[in-house]
């Protein structure tokens, strides 16, 4: 079992930055691959991005490749999601999400958080 918790989402303008967290606690972390969805009022979960434990792989959706970045604490067990250039269409609930598979594939994710939202304003 893997439990997530988001948070750091919040209200900024277009062109700001944004840090989110994901704290994990759970099994053997490293084992997972952590991804980011957001969903936004009215449209389907969207893919945000992903990344191993060690870092030593990420994969991005184009609509935020150059602008997002994903890290990670290890000391701390939490994930990180840094948004940078943020515009009004990034805005959406994001959730942060763990399994044990690939990094390029989007699906098959077991565990989710409760989501943190975020709103940029224009």
């Known amino acids: 079992q893997v439990q997530l918790v988001e948070s750091g989402g919040g209200l900024v303008q277009a062109g700001g930055s944004l840090r989110l967290s994901c704290a994990a606690s759970g099994r053997t972390l490293r084992r997972y691959v952590m991804g980011w969805f957001r969903q936004a009022p009215g449209k389907e979960r969207e893919f945000v991005g992903a990344?191993?434990?060690?870092?030593?792989?990420?994969y991005y959706a184009d609509s935020v490749k150059g602008r997002f970045t994903i890290s990670r604490d290890n000391t701390k067990n939490t994930m990180y999601l840094q948004m940078n250039s943020l515009k009004p269409e990034d805005t959406a609930a994001y959730y942060c999400?763990?399994?044990?598979?690939?990094?390029?594939?989007?699906?098959?994710?077991?565990?989710w958080g409760q989501g943190t939202q975020v709103t940029v304003s224009s």
């Open positions: 999400a763990a399994k044990i598979g690939s990094v390029a594939n989007t699906a098959g994710y077991t565990y």
């Open positions: 990344a191993t434990w060690s870092g030593s792989m990420s």
